[in-house]
């Protein structure tokens, strides 16, 4: 089964309201992607362990010629939404 970088980020975003998922193509090489996530820690497990997300990363295995790197970035500021913070006492 194939499944495309828009169906992965469509499963990654039906998954968990807070889950942030982009895909980049490189406009010079079809073949180049670059996939940023901020996903919700505590569900990681239950993510991977779905059907989409195995059928998307066992496809990578099987067809890239170098296989997908994972580095984990702590947030440093964003546009993006994010919840309020608890107030400080001082």
Known sequence: MLISASEFVAGIRSHHPEHRYTSFQHPADPFQFIHI????????????????????????????SAGPEVTRLDRVASTAAQPAAAPVDR
């Open 37 to 64: 996530g901020e996903v919700v820690e505590e569900v990681l497990p239950d993510l991977q362990r779905q059907s989409f997300f195995q059928h998307f990363t066992g496809y990578l295995r099987e067809r890239c």
